[in-house]
Nanobody, 126 residues
Framework: QLQFVESGGGLVQPGGSLRLSCAAS????????IGWFRQRPGKEREAVSC????????YTANPVKGRFTISKDNAKNTVYLQMDSLKPEDTAVYYC???????????????????WGQGTQVNVSS
C-alpha cells in the first residue's frame, strides 16, 4: 500500500525549531515533487515548500524563506522540513503532499495532488 506518514509536529515557543518528516511507504521517491502545505486557523490551505526528488530543485514560499529548509534522505525514503525561527503565525496543520513525475514550479499552484499525508499540528506559542 502506497502511503506517506508524517511526524514531527508539536508545541514550541516563538523563535524555536521543529523538524517535520514525511516518510514514503511502499514505493521509492525516485521522481516526485513533494513538500508541505499548511492550513492556518481561518485561512485557506497554502503551499509552504517543495523539493523535486530527482534533481533537488526546490520551491519555498516567501513567508518562510530564510527560516524553513526542505531536504530529502534517499536511504530513509523521507523528506524533511526544518523549521527555524518559528513565529506564532506559523501555527497550522501541516500536510505533506506529493505528485509523481512532477515539478515544484507547478506543484505549489494547485491542491489536486496524488498523495496527501494525514497532517501534523504545529503550535507556536509562549
Amino acid at each position: 500500500q502506497l502511503q506517506f506518514v508524517e511526524s514531527g509536529g508539536g508545541l514550541v515557543q516563538p523563535g524555536g525549531s521543529l523538524r517535520l518528516s514525511c516518510a514514503a511507504s511502499g514505493f521509492k521517491l525516485d521522481y516526485y515533487a513533494i513538500g508541505w502545505f499548511r492550513q492556518r486557523p481561518g485561512k485557506e490551505r497554502e503551499a509552504v515548500s517543495c523539493i523535486n526528488t530527482a534533481d533537488r530543485s526546490t520551491y519555498t514560499a516567501n513567508p518562510v524563506k530564510g527560516r524553513f529548509t526542505i531536504s530529502k534522505d534517499n536511504a530513509k525514503n523521507t523528506v524533511y522540513l526544518q523549521m527555524d525561527s518559528l513565529k506564532p503565525e506559523d501555527t497550522a496543520v501541516y500536510y505533506c503532499a506529493a505528485d509523481s513525475f512532477s515539478e515544484c514550479n507547478t506543484w505549489y499552484q494547485h491542491y489536486d495532488h496524488e498523495y496527501w499525508g494525514q497532517g501534523t499540528q504545529v503550535n507556536v506559542s509562549s
